[in-house]
């Protein structure tokens, strides 16, 4: 668990203790837009008989919630293609590839009286690779179909406006092929740290 997310847990427990209201009600509706890190984990696997490591990217990313219930929200992400750089065994120029991770997520905002509201979230992810380049070859990722799960934290800044937070895991694996035949599966289960401007119609 990284420290980010301890914090944002941290700061939701307090949030709690401060009292509940409703946060978001049935019908609400909030579209959010920011920028994104997205971090592989440590250790990306074994490709081509080599240890795979793959790097970070900032992009945008967007959101769009629709309160099914009060303060339970139906959320889908978006981004623009995110692109990581590939090495294996150290050898810094193995490839690259971009992605689209768009993201359908059910979470829960705890209604609180405080300009703090945080909320959780659980869901599924649907990864696309595309445009893979490779000095070793023709290079092809396999889409990933996976779980994810969030937290985050919104700051209000006005009646209808927030500063959002949030941290999210996705379980992204990869299989990969060089040339037609198969080298192996890319690990790549990425945690994404995203700051966003929320505003709620």
Request: proline fraction near 4%.
């Amino acid at each position: 668990m990284t420290h980010t997310l301890k914090a944002i847990l941290l700061s939701s427990a307090l949030a709690i203790v401060a009292g509940p209201v409703v946060a978001q009600s049935q019908g609400d509706w909030t579209v959010a837009f920011g920028f994104g890190n997205v971090n592989p984990k440590s250790g990306n696997g074994t490709l081509a008989g080599g240890e795979a490591d793959i790097g970070d990217d900032t992009r945008p990313i967007f959101t769009v919630e629709y309160f099914i219930a009060n303060n339970i929200g139906l959320e889908l992400l978006v981004a623009t293609p995110f692109e990581h750089d590939i090495s294996i065994d150290g050898i810094g120029d193995a490839g690259s590839t971009k992605h689209l991770p768009p993201t359908l997520s059910l979470n829960y905002h705890f209604p609180t009286n405080s300009a703090w509201k945080p909320y959780v979230g659980a869901g599924l992810n649907y990864t696309v690779f595309f445009e893979e380049d490779s000095g070793l070859g023709d290079l092809e990722l396999d889409n990933s179909f996976g779980f994810s799960l969030q937290a985050g934290l919104d700051y209000m800044i006005s009646d209808a406006g927030a500063i959002r937070l949030n941290v999210r895991w996705f379980d992204i694996d990869a299989d990969a092929e060089l040339n037609g035949s198969k080298i192996g599966t890319a690990e790549i289960d990425p945690v994404l740290v995203g700051v966003s401007y929320v505003h709620r119609f």
